[in-house]
């Protein structure tokens, strides 16, 4: 043993100078632990003394124990052995109040790290949203928000959301449907309220059983795709197309059809550009004026036939862009984004009111009227649906003219074949309209969808094409 080791160990002999270094050990301990654990918020708590961890004692002041452990003997190595030959790591444990303390390292939170400043990194908007952000200084401007009583909005657009929500989901539901609804959901049954059943005198028994029928597919189609996490394809095949079809596909009234513009994409022309980058988004269906209509059709070809070629929508496809398009839907999954969605038909609307607005320029033209101050209040909004797994939400897109018409302008916008300045105009979609909201999960819910999808029909035969043909289109021909 070198001289180092016996000066070291014969200070050691005294029994009180070992028992100064055990209890030199057990502070560190005890510091090491109520650095990393919580201590109890009573003023009295189990403090190590020279008998070890079982005497109850006054807190001490962190004061005092930095005292005691500086005036405690230097660390000794691991490994060393007392005056007996024995191992002093090697020493039984301390005994320890149980829950107290444990000697075994665990992490737990305290409640001073909880009041400090977190360093975990934040989390990064969504690019949905950056894009939504970023399209409120597109050119044009598109603005999504809900409805706002502090921001009036114009006499078309009320006029179309009156005639969406007036008495909806009323008297909905055929009285002799009762049954069925009783038999394959009872519980849901008693969810739904008196008024949503109505009068069936106009509906034979083969229209009831048809109408039963849809709606039964509808909801086990919606119910797998939910239950089973199925795609978005899969939400468009099975339930989006069998819940337009069965009102516009059924309807002889109607002058709409359902198209997939799933892999179109819409004209360069027609698009809000960020920076002078245009910004291209799709959606999955169109609602348009059909050419299987005798009326409509023959409009369409006087109107590309003769050298005149215009495009009557914004999207790129040959046969779309020679149709009229009304109303945009986007799709997604249950595990889909509604912010996401609503990017892209708010793009898909912007691009419709634009190529609306410049038909109407080109219009005024042919008359022989000044069309570089075409009002964009002249032009009827748009609705358009987004849809994420059950739950369908309305919106209404319509573009105004801003208090800056007058604004200088630029070689840019005298490059614009119209003539207009677009910066000065501004996209909005408001929505969605609560009392429009509508969805697959129920068979309640389906009824009102229906109902909606009518409404959207008529809106469109009696109201918005009497308006195209005879203020775009017609002057055109």
Not at 137 to 164: E, F, G, H, Q, Y
Not at 167 to 194: A, H, M, R, S
Not at 301 to 326: P, Q, V
Not at 409 to 424: A, K, V
């Amino acid at each position: 043993m070198s001289t180092d080791q016996q000066k070291y160990y014969g200070y050691l002999n005294s029994e009180d100078e070992q028992i100064r270094v055990l209890e030199a050990k057990e502070w560190r301990i005890y510091n090491w632990r109520e650095s990393v654990s919580t201590p109890p918020e009573s003023d009295l708590h189990f403090v190590p003394t020279k008998d070890g961890f079982n005497s109850l004692k006054r807190k001490r002041s962190s004061q005092s124990l930095d005292s005691n452990m500086a005036t405690g003997p230097a660390k000794r190595k691991r490994g060393q052995l007392a005056s007996d030959g024995s191992n002093l790591d090697s020493s039984p444990p301390l005994s320890t109040p149980s829950g107290i303390l444990s000697l075994q390292p665990r992490l737990v939170m305290s409640s001073r790290s909880s009041h400090s400043k977190s360093t975990s990194p934040k989390r990064s908007p969504s690019p949905a949203g950056k894009l939504l952000n970023a399209l409120r200084t597109s050119r044009p401007a598109i603005d999504c928000r809900a409805l706002d009583d502090r921001r009036p909005v114009p006499p078309s657009v009320r006029s179309l959301r009156k005639a969406l929500a007036k008495d909806i989901g009323v008297g909905i539901i055929p009285t002799n449907l009762k049954t069925q609804l009783q038999e394959v959901d009872p519980e849901g049954f008693d969810d739904i309220p008196n008024f949503a059943f109505g009068s069936d005198a106009s509906k034979t028994e083969g229209d009831l059983k048809q109408l039963w029928d849809a709606v039964f597919r509808i909801r086990k189609a919606a119910r797998s795709c939910k239950d089973y996490g199925k795609d978005e394809n899969a939400w468009c095949l099975g339930v989006v197309q069998k819940v337009l079809e069965e009102v516009i596909g059924a309807s002889e009234s109607s002058l709409l059809e359902l198209d997939s513009v799933q892999s179109q994409l819409i004209d360069p022309t027609f698009l809000p550009a960020v920076d002078h980058i245009p910004v291209n988004k799709k959606a999955d269906y169109a609602l348009a004026f059909t050419p299987d209509n005798l009326g409509i059709g023959s409009l369409y070809n006087k109107l590309s036939l003769g050298g005149h070629n215009y495009t009557l929508s914004h999207m790129s496809d040959t046969y779309t862009s020679r149709i009229a398009i009304f109303c945009g839907i986007e799709v997604k999954s249950t595990a889909g984004s509604e912010t996401e969605a609503l990017a892209q038909l708010a793009i898909w609307s912007a691009g419709a009111l634009e190529n609306l607005r410049k038909l109407g320029c080109f219009g005024l033209k042919k008359r022989g009227e000044r069309y570089d101050r075409y009002s964009c209040d002249q032009l009827l909004p748009i609705p358009g649906w987004t849809i994420v797994g059950n739950e369908w939400r309305l919106y209404i897109a319509y573009k105004s003219d801003s208090d800056e018409s007058d604004a200088e302008r630029t070689e840019e916008d005298e490059n614009d074949p119209t003539g207009i300045d677009q910066s000065n105009m501004r996209v909005s979609v408001v929505g969605p309209i609560s009392a429009l909201n509508a969805s697959t999960n129920s068979y309640h819910e389906i009824f009102k969808l229906l109902d909606l999808v009518k409404r959207v029909d008529a809106w469109a035969r009696d109201v918005y094409w009497p308006w195209l043909e005879e203020q775009i289109l017609r002057p055109l021909v």
